[in-house]
T-cell receptor
Framework: RKEVEQDPGPFNVPEGATVAFNCTYS??????FFWYRQDCRKEPKLLMS???SGNEDGRFTAQLNRASQYISLLIRDSKLSDSATYLC???????????????FGSGTRLLVRP | DVKVTQSSRYLVKRTGEKVFLECVQD?????MFWYRQDPGLGLRLIYF???????EKGDIPEGYSVSREKKERFSLILESASTNQTSMYLC??????????????FGSGTQLSVL
C-alpha cells in the first residue's frame, strides 16, 4: 500500500462547478499535511496547509480527518486557471528525521472546461 | 521571494557517465532536498540535508550521492548513470525551524535523459 494515495483522475468539470479531491495516508503519526499544485511542466507550489480544524482560502477549503486518515480539498466556482495537478503531501511523522520527510501522492489531475 | 535555481533544464547523458546536478538557493534555508518525479509514482525523496555537510537518505538513495559543502548549494551526483535514472529531478529547500513538515520551495526541475 502506498503511503499517500490519490485518485489520479482526470476530473473533468465545467467552469463554475464544485469539485472535491480526497487523499488517504497510512502513517497515523503524521503531523503535517499540505496540498500542492503543479502546472504542466512546472514545479510544485504550495497551495495550502491543512489544519486539524480545517481551513479555507477563498474558493479553496481543506479538511483533515485523523480518525479515517484522509485529507480533502474542495474547490468552489472552478476557474479555467484551476486546471492543474493537485498533490497531497504528508510528513513522515514520528522521529525528527522522518518529520523532515514530506511524502507526496502521485497527484489528481483537474481539467476545467469552458 | 525564495529562489531555488537548478543549473540545467534539460540534460542528456550516456549510460555510465558521471552526472552532477546542481542546486542553489538564495534565502539562507537550512534544509535542502532532492526528489525525482516519474509518471504515476509522484515525487520520491532521494536525499535531504538539514545542515552543511549533513545528509540523510530518502526513500530511493541507491545509485545517487549528494554533497553540501556550502549552505546554499546542494548537489546530486549520479556516479554511473543508468537508463532507469531517466527522470525529472527537482531540488527544494525549506526554512528549517526544527519542526519539520515546512513549506517547500522548488526549483524548476532538470529533465535528465540517460541514453
Amino acid at each position: 500500500r502506498k503511503e499517500v494515495e490519490q485518485d489520479p483522475g482526470p476530473f473533468n468539470v465545467p467552469e463554475g462547478a464544485t469539485v472535491a479531491f480526497n487523499c488517504t495516508y497510512s502513517n497515523s503519526a503524521s503531523q503535517s499535511f499540505f496540498w500542492y499544485r503543479q502546472d504542466c511542466r512546472k514545479e510544485p507550489k504550495l497551495l495550502m496547509s491543512v489544519y486539524s480544524s480545517g481551513n479555507e482560502d477563498g474558493r479553496f477549503t481543506a479538511q483533515l480527518n485523523r480518525a479515517s486518515q484522509y485529507i480533502s480539498l474542495l474547490i468552489r466556482d472552478s476557474k479555467l486557471s484551476d486546471s492543474a495537478t493537485y498533490l497531497c503531501v504528508v510528513n513522515g511523522g514520528g522521529m525528527m528525521d522522518s518529520s523532515y520527510k514530506l511524502i507526496f501522492g502521485s497527484g489528481t489531475r483537474l481539467l476545467v472546461r469552458p | 521571494d525564495v529562489k531555488v535555481t537548478q543549473s540545467s533544464r534539460y540534460l542528456v547523458k550516456r549510460t555510465g557517465e558521471k552526472v552532477f546536478l546542481e542546486c542553489v538557493q538564495d534565502m539562507d534555508h537550512e534544509n535542502m532536498f532532492w526528489y525525482r518525479q516519474d509518471p504515476g509514482l509522484g515525487l520520491r525523496l532521494i536525499y535531504f540535508s538539514y545542515d552543511v555537510k549533513m545528509k540523510e537518505k530518502g526513500d530511493i538513495p541507491e545509485g545517487y550521492s549528494v554533497s553540501r559543502e556550502k549552505k546554499e548549494r546542494f548537489s546530486l551526483i549520479l556516479e554511473s548513470a543508468s537508463t532507469n535514472q531517466t527522470s525529472m529531478y527537482l531540488c527544494a529547500s525549506s526554512l528549517g525551524t526544527g519542526t519539520g513538515g515546512e513549506k517547500l520551495f522548488f526549483g524548476s526541475g532538470t529533465q535528465l535523459s540517460v541514453l
